[in-house]
């Protein structure tokens, strides 16, 4: 079974440019999430989606950020325009029925 | 609200046990889990326990839960170099709809 897919692996950008991250999560998770890693902590929620719809994007600091999954399958989050202290690594992650919940490498985002 | 403390550092000699600990302080936990991330990769998970069992094992790996202080720990048995990694420690709270709440790592170090 294919695992969680996602790209770029690695991005460095100026601040105040725009960058998008694509997810595929694993073949039919319903659930997807975006995380945030800041190095030396661990990941926080950025966006939860059941299918298509949004169920918790309570942390998504939305005067910059903003994700879609329009056809309940991949997604997209962007970031636009970019800080600083948004270098961190973001990570997506799916989920079925149940309790595992199944992560990807992560984007590794550098913003200078 | 919700909170998952760990030690951040951990060195064991190769061959002997790891136990890594962990506290959290929602009493609605539904389920925990125990996440390990390699330099430069996604998270991996290892293993989770649901909040009405004391104690899972698998293989090398063992989680015991004590519900009534809060306290989750992983000890690894005849711990390798491979071993070597950041553990995250995660809850997932009742309602939350499966989204988690991670401690900060506890970065294991095993020394040949």
């Known amino acids: 079974e294919a695992g969680v897919a996602q790209s770029p692996r690695y991005k460095i950008i100026e601040k105040r440019q725009s960058v998008a991250f694509w997810c595929n999560p694993i073949?039919?998770?319903?659930?997807l999430y975006w995380y945030q890693q800041i190095l030396g902590q661990g990941p926080k929620l950025l966006i939860q989606?059941?299918?298509?719809?949004?169920?918790?994007d309570s942390q998504l600091p939305k005067d910059r950020f903003s994700a879609e999954r329009l056809k309940g399958v991949d997604s997209t989050l962007k970031i636009q325009p970019a800080k600083l202290e948004d270098s961190a690594v973001y990570l997506c992650?799916?989920?079925?029925?149940?309790?595992?919940?199944?992560f990807g490498e992560g984007s590794w985002l550098t913003v200078v | 609200g919700e909170d998952v403390e760990q030690s951040l550092f951990l060195s064991v000699r190769e061959g002997d046990s790891s136990v890594i600990n962990c506290t959290y302080t929602?009493?609605?936990?539904?389920?925990l889990y125990w996440y390990k991330q390699e330099p430069g990769a996604g998270l991996q998970l290892l293993t989770y326990?649901?909040?009405?069992?004391d104690m899972k094992q698998d293989q090398r790996l063992t989680v015991l839960l004590n519900k009534k202080d809060k306290h989750l720990s992983l000890r690894i048995a005849d711990t390798q170099t491979g071993d070597s990694a950041i553990y995250f420690c995660?809850?997932?709270?009742?309602?939350?709809?499966?989204?988690?709440?991670f401690g900060k790592g506890t970065k294991l170090s095993v020394k040949p």
């Open positions: 995660a809850e997932s709270i009742r309602g939350s709809q499966g989204n988690l709440i």
């Open positions: 989606f059941q299918n298509n719809g949004v169920v918790d």
């Open positions: 326990i649901f909040s009405n069992m």
């Open positions: 073949s039919g998770h319903a659930t």
């Open positions: 992650a799916s989920r079925t029925v149940g309790n595992t919940i199944y």
């Open positions: 929602d009493s609605s936990s539904t389920y």
